[in-house]
């Protein structure tokens, strides 16, 4: 056969636009996804896990998809959030603790440049990526999302705030700062923070082209403060007079009903530092209900954002194609925050007001464990974990099986897309992933999930391998009456869910070489012991103390 020039070009051109729709046919054969993130919010605090909040959104993603009963996540906010991003245990990627440089490899209060993010992953393999909401992984402008992988971002970039606007709440504060496709955002009059989430989301992704697409949505709902709209109060307001004992035994009940624990899971006393709710005098008890509606209101206009997220989605035909997850970043949050300067004088739920609900709600959150948020027991690390895919998940399974960590939400999403992870990025090289893939699990296969799992934050400490896991809290973090000290327990999961009963006298050997494969770990990582941390913390309180009052001297 006789090729001319013309022959050649022409057969090029042929080979080019070949390839060129083979990439857009697999582009958009890609899945997106949706990772959505509660902040503060316990085990049973959905309906489908168990509340008597009204989240039908949620409750729809889950009889529509999968409820895993044995997910775990890192214990508190910037924790989990490093582990989301990054598919690392918090300390691989620079965030053992919060979001202070301790000037430690494993403490550095931001992501490290050898820990690659997900957005980061999937926008070099054809991904419009997006972020909004809460971040908490480096506050300063070097570390914002658009750093960080994500094409564009709504983000209020540290832990806590009220949720009408960004007035400092401790002394001498004003580092609350909010950025819009990297430029900083000031919020206006109306400004409620959930339905601004919502609102962006729903905008990101109905602009989006025809590529894939990742987002991450981060609501701060419902940490504290508990500003709530008055509407979403009134369905709430005298539905917890009953008291949280009376409520903790029925979603306990519930709980039982749905399947989310097994009908043997014991529930665990109550709080020996919280007084029974017949102790309450009357007069003061409907202020407690007040407190615990708000909280409910809170996660019922997140659930009312997330329904018209994926209204969006079903508008434009992604739903089916789209795995969304949904978790929380810690246990409910026994906080009281007494000492702000913020003003209180309004109605509760209002901008004039910093409600929390206290450990005696937060207690009912995480039915039918002990512990709360900063814990590394079950009722600090345990969460809900909805995936919704419908193309791929059967329709109202719950997994009681697989045992899943938020390190393996970054894998999985990378073994759906066919997308590998990557050894280097640019001149970086990279960290392997310490998640899993948990696909086989969505698939409706039969999958056991990890072997062995750790925790380290600010002096507690766990591992969990099998059924058996190990605990050391460190009571530091937040107070409690309970037994100070930082001893180990060990718990069979299998027969004592709740961790009720010590057995680690009975079981020396076991616990022993668990507290050296735990220490292993920690070594491998640059985990700080509980001593070690607690110095460092004091030598970084007492250098910044330092550094200010130079800084007002100098002034």
């Given at each position: ?84 991003l990054t598919g690392l245990y918090p300390h691989q990627a620079g965030i053992g603790s ?212 994926v209204r969006k989605l079903e508008e434009k035909g992604e739903l089916e194609n789209t ?233």
């Amino acid at each position: 056969m006789k090729f001319t020039n013309t022959t050649f070009f022409a057969l090029l051109t042929f080979l080019t636009i070949s390839c060129n729709n083979k990439e857009k046919t697999d582009q958009s054969a890609a899945p997106n996804f949706l990772f959505i993130l509660a902040d503060d919010m316990g085990y049973s605090d959905l309906g489908c896990y168990g509340s008597e909040i009204q989240t039908p959104n949620l409750d729809r993603l889950a009889n529509n998809g999968m409820r895993f009963t044995r997910f775990y996540n890192a214990a508190r906010c910037c924790p989990s959030r490093a582990a989301l991003l990054t598919g690392l245990y918090p300390h691989q990627a620079g965030i053992g603790s919060m979001t202070q440089n301790f000037g430690h490899p494993s403490y550095l209060g931001h992501l490290k440049s050898n820990a690659a993010t997900i957005a980061e992953i999937l926008g070099q393999n054809g991904y419009n990526t997006y972020q909004v909401g809460k971040w908490h992984v480096g506050d300063d402008r070097p570390f914002w999302p658009d750093k960080k992988g994500f094409h564009q971002h709504f983000t209020f970039l540290n832990g806590a705030s009220s949720y009408y606007n960004l007035w400092p709440y401790r002394a001498g504060g004003d580092s609350m700062k909010m950025a819009l496709n990297s430029e900083r955002f000031y919020p206006g009059d109306g400004f409620y923070m959930t339905d601004a989430f919502s609102d962006y989301a729903v905008d990101f992704i109905d602009k989006d082209d025809e590529q894939p697409f990742f987002m991450y949505l981060a609501y701060t709902a419902p940490h504290w403060p508990l500003h709530a709209r008055p509407e979403d109060i009134a369905k709430y307001r005298g539905r917890y007079s009953m008291g949280w004992d009376s409520l903790r035994v029925q979603r306990w009940q519930k709980m039982k009903r749905l399947g989310v624990i097994s009908s043997d899971t014991p529930l665990s006393e109550r709080s020996p530092d919280l007084p029974a709710w017949e102790e309450i005098p009357l007069e003061e008890r409907a202020t407690w209900d007040t407190r615990m509606a708000l909280y409910a209101a809170v996660i019922d206009r997140m659930d009312q954002g997330i329904g018209r997220v994926v209204r969006k989605l079903e508008e434009k035909g992604e739903l089916e194609n789209t795995l969304i997850f949904f978790l929380s970043d810690n246990g409910g949050s026994p906080e009281r925050m007494l000492r702000t300067i913020y003003p209180t004088d309004g109605e509760p739920g209002s901008v004039r007001s910093f409600p929390t609900y206290w450990a005696h709600w937060a207690n009912v959150s995480n039915t039918p464990f002990r512990f709360y948020k900063g814990w590394v027991q079950e009722g600090g690390i345990a969460t809900p974990f909805i995936a919704h895919w419908p193309n791929t998940i059967p329709k109202a399974r719950i997994n009681a099986h697989t045992l899943g960590h938020i390190v393996d939400l970054l894998p999985t999403a990378l073994d759906a897309a066919g997308v590998s992870y990557p050894d280097k990025i640019g001149q970086r090289v990279i960290q392997p992933t310490a998640g899993l893939s948990i696909l086989p699990a969505l698939k409706g296969e039969a999958q056991a999930g990890h072997e062995t799992l750790f925790w380290e934050h600010e002096g507690a400490r766990a591992i969990r391998k099998g059924d058996w896991k190990l605990v050391a809290n460190n009571y530091d973090i937040l107070s409690s009456s309970w037994t100070t000290n930082r001893q180990w327990r060990l718990f069979n999961l299998k027969e004592d869910p709740s961790e009720l009963t010590d057995v680690f006298d009975q079981n020396r050997e076991l616990a022993h070489q668990m507290i050296d494969e735990y220490e292993n770990w920690a070594n491998a990582n640059g985990i700080l012991s509980p001593m070690e941390f607690t110095q460092m913390k004091a030598d970084y309180k007492r250098r910044t103390n330092k550094e200010s009052g130079e800084v007002r001297k100098a002034k």
